[in-house]
């Protein structure tokens, strides 16, 4: 269902909600002034009830215009809330909505303090209950942990390829698919750049040694180098 509202500005609220919203984040000037009882808020939890605010004046606005002409406290019912609720997108997952009405339960209490607001409290908690969290995101993986990965594809594919006295399309695979991650996780390249190189012309000869103190570097019995690939698997991958 396409919305044309879905937040009102606060120049477009009810007078009588401009005037409880002011009334509630009044700020005193002396010892002797009284503030309002969200005064002490900072300006961004401020700027956030505020968004939720009007965006619930903007379902108001959509589901029944005529609540807008009712005080603050006169509009909002367990009716209500339940409307609301169904009016968010089905995009707005359960905490996100749980979010939402534990911001418009805060507004209410400050712009309404003498209303009991527990009901609604008790409405949050369930929908908050029932709530999935959101997955787990994946830790990110360390440039040793992909150089390791490279120098094992490669490896295997050798050793694999040495055992069958056959370099299959599989170990050619493996073998370019080891060198490319081993060579990024030492030199970040942008893809361009990557699909760019060619071996034998840019990339003419290197060599990607492993970090353990037993393989001297001088060495290239290992077999990890670009003119390997070159020379004993590149024909392979090409047959895919």
């Known amino acids: 269902m396409r919305r044309d509202k879905l937040y009102l500005s606060y120049e477009d609220w009810p007078e009588d909600d401009q005037r409880c919203w002011e009334t509630a984040f009044k ?48 509009r909002l019912d367990r009716t209500i809330i339940e409307a609301y609720v169904r009016w968010q997108p089905a995009s707005c997952g359960g905490i996100t909505l749980t979010n939402y009405l534990h911001h418009l339960w805060m ?67 493996d073998f370019r698919d080891g060198l490319i991650i081993a060579l990024l996780a030492l030199i970040p390249l942008r893809r361009r750049t990557l699909a760019a190189l060619r071996i034998g012309s840019i990339l003419c000869d290197l060599v990607i040694y492993g970090r353990s103190t037993s393989q001297p570097r001088t060495s290239r019995q290992s077999g990890r180098s670009s003119t390997r690939y070159r020379r004993n698997y590149r024909g392979a991958s090409i047959c895919t």
């Open 27 to 74: 700020a005193g000037t002396d010892l002797f002034d009284d503030s309002g009882p969200a005064a002490h808020l900072a300006e961004q939890t401020r700027l956030r009830l505020q968004y939720t605010y009007g965006k619930f004046l903007a379902f108001l606005s959509v589901h029944d215009a005529s609540l807008l002409s009712r005080p603050p406290a006169a």
């Open 107 to 173: 507004t209410v209490r400050y712009i309404c303090p003498g209303e009991d607001w527990s009901w609604l409290r008790t409405i949050i908690k369930r929908i908050a209950a029932q709530a999935k969290p959101k997955p787990e995101k994946h830790h990110l993986v360390t440039s040793e942990t992909l150089y390791a990965l490279g120098i094992e594809l490669m490896d295997g594919a050798v050793t694999s390829a040495n055992a069958t006295k056959n370099i299959s399309i599989a170990h050619a695979l």
